[in-house]
């Protein structure tokens, strides 16, 4: 008799231990299951991590950081438009009270009371704007494929060398830069300033950390559809890559509009607007508003391509870690 009670009990608890597991098992579909479990997941990160408190006091500094960060666009805005009176008041005021365009009126009367006319500066600084940069994106893209897709002889040690050579300065390389051009002819040519924007290494850093993501698969399929490099590279890994060369030309015209080619160019009909516009400026406190103007003109044009391109910069500084 007790042998047959302790049978049913057996018998029982293997009943309730297969019901608990069969009431732990979930009947509803696999993909509602997953969506649940990261749901539940991300409310407990949230509860953890995350307060209302801290967004809103996090929101609050990024907009004092903002607005730091804005003042000095301001007051160069408003510098441009301000009477001389105002632009030596102490302490400066960020607002103009009496806006004028007088600073721009004398820039344009310097400029044609000069002894080559400003059409000149305007045209060399358009050439080597763009010769440098289209001349560099297409050299440091077509350099960048085939040490991010291919299993380049040294590509460790070429993209150390590289790397490494981001992190010296103009004013390292600028006595060497000068002897190498004077020994090739080119100081006062439109090649001096050229030149070095052409063997830039960040363009090429920047595409080659793009183009590695670029899926192998994808050359792969396109090598089987009878593609050549040289077509893989232009049609289809250049347009995967656009983010990063959209920024590579941003970078180039801020630089390349900026030059003044001052340590090689001598000619006075090979100058550039910078150079003419710092002269012009510098003429003391009497011009201190066209050197306002100046500073407006100069910072313009860098402002408005990257306002264009806004996003695909960011894409491209999230993307490859930059800062």
Known sequence: MAEKIKKVRVKRSKRDINDIKSARIDSRPFSEISNSKVYRRSKKKKRVNRSTGGDIALIVFLAICGIFSFLPLLL??????????????????FFVRK???????????????????????????????????????????????????????????????????????????????????????????????ILPALQSSLGLFLMRQFMVGVPTELLESAKIDGAGEFRIYWKIVMPLVKPAWLTLIILLIQDLWSADGSSYIYREDYKLVSYA???????????????????????????????????????????????
Request: net charge neutral; glycine share 6%.
């Open 277 to 323: 516009l710092s002269q012009i400026s510098a003429g003391g406190p009497a011009l201190e508003g066209i050197s306002a103007a100046v500073s407006l003109i100069m910072i313009l044009v860098p402002i408005l391509v990257f306002i264009i391109s806004q996003s695909q910069v960011m894409e491209t500084m999230a993307h490859s870690g930059m800062k």
């Open 99 to 193: 806006p004028t365009l007088a600073n721009f009126e004398n820039l344009a009367n310097a400029l044609t009371s000069s002894l080559v006319p400003f059409s000149r500066y305007f045209f060399n600084t358009i050439l080597i704007t763009i010769a440098g940069t289209f001349g560099h994106l297409l050299v440091a893209s077509m350099c960048a494929y085939p040490l991010a897709k291919y299993k380049v002889p040294g590509g460790a040690f070429i993209l150390s060398i590289i790397t490494l050579s981001l992190m010296f300065p103009g004013s390292v390389t600028g006595i060497p830069r000068y002897i190498i051009f004077n020994w090739f002819g080119m100081i006062d040519t439109h090649w001096s300033i």
């Open 76 to 93: 160069t805005v408003n510098n441009a438009f301000k009477p001389l009176d105002e632009l030596f008041l102490f302490p400066p005021r």
